[in-house]
């Protein structure tokens, strides 16, 4: 199983709501990823876990919280977001630590808008 | 801090035409992987370059790293329908364990 998976797929939601998106991976892979992408721009990091721990946080508001419940499962839990946080959050996970040197699974991502 | 510039931003093809997408980075690279992101599609990982002066070939695609790995190219020969999408050379960032996207190329291609 080579896939990552990504819930739910598009998600709208109000300013005053909380929501999470979810993200599982089941290759054993110890490095998971949260990316950001707005349209015709490229993936920008947001945080990175290794060994389910967070290990890079890219300054990202704490409006957007992440959460690695087991070595399979990367939530990102959502609260009190901007319309500009519109984007396509995407999931990613790598085999071993994240040192930039393997290849990054990506799943299909979840397409939110803030309204 | 450091960058991956990536060009041309698009390119627009006739089909059956080559296509190339560059990437430049100031500062020596260990390596730098290549992906492919189809329309409302997401990044698919398409190869890894380590060597300096490294070529590798998948199908119609050619991948090159040059010799002071600061510098690559995807070169796809004959552009088919199927190869629409955006182009981004990742790299490593040196200070921190994660990848840099260059900016991406985005290939259109009329029939």
């Known amino acids: 199983d080579t896939e990552v998976t990504q819930t739910p797929k598009h998600l709208v939601m109000g300013m005053t709501n909380k929501k999470s998106l979810k993200c599982e991976q089941h290759?054993?892979?110890?490095?998971m990823y949260w990316y950001k992408q707005k349209a015709k721009k490229p993936p920008e990091l947001m945080f990175v876990?290794?060994?389910?721990?967070?290990?890079i946080n890219e300054s990202v508001p704490s409006r957007f919280s992440p959460e690695c419940p087991n070595s399979s499962l990367l939530n990102l839990h959502l609260h009190a977001l901007q319309p500009e946080d519109s984007a396509l959050y995407l999931c990613?996970?790598?085999?071993?630590?994240?040192?930039?040197?393997?290849?990054?699974?990506f799943g299909p991502g979840t397409r939110l808008t803030v309204t | 801090g450091q960058q991956v510039m990536q060009i041309p931003q698009y390119q627009h093809v006739q089909e059956g035409e080559d296509f190339t997408t560059y990437c430049n980075s100031s500062?020596?690279?260990?390596?730098i992987q290549w992906y492919k992101q189809r329309p409302g599609g997401h990044p698919v990982f398409l190869i890894q370059?380590?060597?300096?002066?490294e070529v590798k070939k998948q199908k119609r695609l050619t991948f090159q790293f040059g010799e002071a790995k600061k510098n690559s190219s995807l070169h796809i020969t004959a552009t088919q329908t199927t190869d629409v999408g955006t182009y981004f050379c990742?790299?490593?960032?040196?200070?921190?364990?994660?990848?840099?996207f260059g900016s991406g190329t985005r290939l259109s291609i009329r029939p």
């Open positions: 990613a996970s790598s085999q071993d630590l994240p040192t930039g040197n393997d290849e990054q699974y």
């Open positions: 290759m054993g892979h110890r490095a």
């Open positions: 876990y290794s060994y389910e721990k967070l290990s």
């Open positions: 500062t020596t690279l260990s390596n």
């Open positions: 370059l380590v060597k300096s002066g």
């Open positions: 990742a790299a490593p960032r040196s200070s921190a364990s994660k990848i840099i």
